[in-house]
Antibody, heavy 122, light 108 residues
């Protein structure tokens, strides 16, 4: 059974950098059949895709985040991570990691972590 | 950018009712459309992929249809455990992923 678990600080100060880790069990982040994504949800609002990373290190980010976001993989620990710079109150959200299943051109987020709450406040 | 709309934004129905939610894209997305269920305080759960394929383990009362710009999600007989917010999600060729604003389903 595949399980994803987010970890990281629950509170970040404005202008600081958020660092989150997603630990994968039951699958490998090196599996060529999957990408690994981050998605967030502000309180009471909808879902926003932040970006994904592939086992090759290739990544693709939401243009709305411009140059604030970066993702990486640690295959030795079977983890992938998110860094989001210049945090503001608007970045307060539940952050989810998710497995992005690939079948040809077909894509879907089939497994999600439970989510981690991140608040931005001084 | 591809924008998604959903209607209604919320609905109230009785147990056993047929419930239908629509999702519309502002340009042709073929069948690159997925549906998720999110219960309060929980992560989203995949129900339908590629417009009409029911994910393994998902009850058969859930179904999807549509292609191009207009899509429909149906619960054939609403159950108390179906209380949740339902999101459509599209992906384009880049790919970029966009979620609809969600439809909150409640029991009358």
């Amino acid at each position: 059974q595949v399980h994803l678990q987010e970890s990281g600080p629950g509170l970040v100060k404005p202008s600081e950098t958020l660092s989150l880790i997603c630990t994968v069990s039951g699958d490998s982040v090196s599996n060529k059949n999957y990408y690994w994504s981050w998605i967030r949800q502000p309180p009471g609002k909808g879902l926003e895709w932040l970006g994904y990373i592939f086992h090759t290190g290739d990544s693709n980010y939401n243009p709305s985040l411009k140059r604030r976001v970066a993702m990486s993989l640690d295959t030795s620990k079977n983890q992938f991570s998110l860094k989001l710079t210049s945090m503001t109150a608007a970045d307060t959200a539940v952050y989810y990691c998710a497995r992005d299943r690939v079948r040809g051109v077909l894509r879907v987020f089939d497994i999600w972590g439970q989510g981690t709450v991140v608040s931005v406040s001084s | 950018d591809i924008q998604m709309t959903q209607s209604p934004s919320s609905l109230s129905a009785s147990v056993g009712d047929r419930v239908t939610i629509t999702c519309q894209a502002n340009q042709d997305i073929s069948t690159y459309l997925n549906w998720y269920q999110q219960k309060p305080g929980k992560a989203p759960r995949l129900l339908i992929h590629d417009a009409f394929n029911v994910e393994v383990g998902v009850p058969s009362r859930f179904s999807g249809s549509g292609s191009g710009t207009h899509f429909t999600f149906t619960i054939s007989s609403l159950q108390p455990e179906d209380i949740a917010t339902y999101y459509c999600q599209q992906y384009d060729s880049l790919p970029r992923f966009t979620f609809g604003p969600g439809t909150k389903v409640e029991i009358k």
